[in-house]
């Protein structure tokens, strides 16, 4: 029986997108630009489904009974395909899954890049995009390397700010805990949306917030990169933690970790942070300083890991054998 596999990586956002324009068809209010990170995979084989009358999804070995971020990519994947063919898809993460470490964006987009190529759909980017945003809004940044920006204003188009190795920075991603959340991304940006008081402000900054970090990021300033992004970082979350309820994804171990991203800044070393729907500090920084970051992370926080990773690329097909 055909299968196919393919991987992609998770992307973090440096301007982030929280809220939608749009519920229904999972549309970002906003646009959003992030970097593709290489050491942190999701594979995803999928082949056709002879047991049972339904798509079956598996997740590290574990069947899910919630198909909802992949029914809607599937549903419009099979416009293409024509086939009504039900699958089963297994999806592996080497990272913890839904604890703010984009494994959504990963799984979709590896499971959109998987299903092009089981049915030899040569999509355009355009549609790629749009099967991937119907499962994450976060997932079309997925589909691309390096820096990545999705533009709103032109129609979700996403494209490259620059190719990773143009301008080599490192990650290093925090684990402050494997606990999956408690408020999924999708839930917490409708009460934000919703109730949020500086809601609006949010959606106004961030033209100027994607020009900074456009610039920034063509300039190669790590300066200029850092202000945009903990800016960004910072609104982000006043946003959720104004919204009613209140939403807080940080825990003491994410506060240490910002505690010594702050030592280590005034100690000359150059790096910057941000934190999505989740406790978990992802540091960009000059390779130079990366070794002594990680090394300081360890010794003077309560992390459980720290995940070294450089900057990724587009998903791909593998061969298993
Ligand atoms: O991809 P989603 O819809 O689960 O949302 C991700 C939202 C953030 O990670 C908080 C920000 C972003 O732009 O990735």
């Given at each position: 029986?055909?299968?196919?596999?393919?991987?992609?990586?998770?992307?973090?956002?440096?301007?982030k997108y929280w809220g939608k324009r749009n519920s229904?068809?999972?549309?970002?209010a906003m646009?959003?630009?992030?970097?593709?990170?290489?050491?942190?995979?999701?594979?995803?084989?999928?082949?056709?489904?002879?047991?049972?009358?339904?798509?079956?999804?598996?997740?590290?070995?574990?069947?899910?009974?919630?198909?909802?971020?992949?029914?809607?990519?599937?549903?419009?994947?099979?416009?293409?395909?024509?086939?009504?063919?039900?699958?089963?898809?297994?999806?592996?993460?080497?990272?913890?899954?839904?604890?703010?470490?984009?494994?959504?964006?990963?799984?979709?987009?590896?499971?959109?890049?998987?299903?092009?190529?089981?049915?030899?759909?040569?999509?355009?980017?355009?549609?790629?995009?749009?099967?991937?945003?119907?499962?994450?809004?976060?997932?079309?940044?997925?589909?691309?390397?390096?820096?990545?920006?999705?533009?709103?204003?032109?129609?979700?188009?996403?494209?490259?700010?620059?190719?990773?190795?143009?301008?080599?920075?490192?990650?290093?991603?925090?684990?402050?805990?494997?606990?999956?959340?408690e408020i999924s991304s999708r839930e917490g940006m409708e009460i934000s949306k919703k109730t949020s008081p500086i809601y609006q402000d949010w959606l106004d900054?961030?033209?100027?917030?994607?020009?900074?970090?456009?610039?920034?990021?063509?300039?190669?300033?790590?300066?200029?990169?850092?202000?945009?992004?903990?800016?960004?970082?910072?609104l982000m979350h006043k946003v959720m933690k104004t919204s009613n309820p209140s939403i807080s994804y940080?825990?003491?171990?994410?506060?240490?970790?910002?505690?010594?991203?702050?030592?280590?800044?005034?100690?000359?070393?150059?790096?910057?942070?941000?934190?999505?729907a989740?406790?978990?500090?992802?540091?960009?920084?000059?390779?130079?300083?990366?070794?002594?970051?990680?090394?300081?992370?360890?010794?003077?926080?309560?992390?459980?890991?720290?995940?070294?990773?450089?900057?990724?690329?587009?998903?791909?097909?593998?061969?298993?054998?």
């Open positions: 029986m055909k299968e196919t596999v393919a991987i992609a990586h998770p992307n973090f956002a440096l301007v229904n068809q999972n549309r970002p646009s959003s630009i992030s970097v593709t990170v290489d050491t942190m995979i999701s594979t995803t084989k999928i082949f056709k489904n002879t047991q049972l009358n339904q798509h079956q999804l598996f997740i590290n070995g574990i069947e899910e009974s919630d198909l909802s971020k992949i029914l809607p990519p599937l549903e419009y994947l099979s416009e293409f395909s024509r086939t009504d063919e039900n699958l089963v898809i297994e999806s592996q993460n080497n990272f913890p899954t839904s604890s703010g470490l984009a494994s959504s964006a990963s799984g979709i987009a590896s499971l959109v890049t998987a299903y092009e190529a089981h049915y030899d759909l040569c999509l355009d980017i355009n549609h790629k995009v749009e099967a991937c945003m119907l499962g994450s809004g976060s997932a079309p940044r997925s589909l691309i390397g390096g820096f990545v920006l999705m533009d709103h204003k032109n129609n979700y188009r996403c494209s490259q700010i620059l190719k990773e190795p143009e301008w080599p920075i490192d990650v290093l991603i925090c684990i402050t805990s494997k606990d999956p959340k900054i961030n033209d100027k917030h994607i020009n900074l970090a456009m610039n920034a990021i063509k300039d190669k300033d790590m300066a200029g990169l850092e202000n945009v992004t903990e800016e960004n970082c910072k940080m825990t003491d171990v994410t506060h240490s970790c910002l505690a010594e991203i702050e030592n280590l800044r005034s100690s000359g070393h150059s790096l910057f942070y941000t934190i999505d989740g406790p978990q500090v992802k540091i960009i920084c000059d390779p130079k300083s990366t070794e002594i970051i990680r090394d300081t992370i360890i010794d003077k926080t309560s992390v459980i890991d720290v995940v070294y990773a450089g900057l990724g690329g587009p998903p791909r097909i593998i061969d298993e054998d």
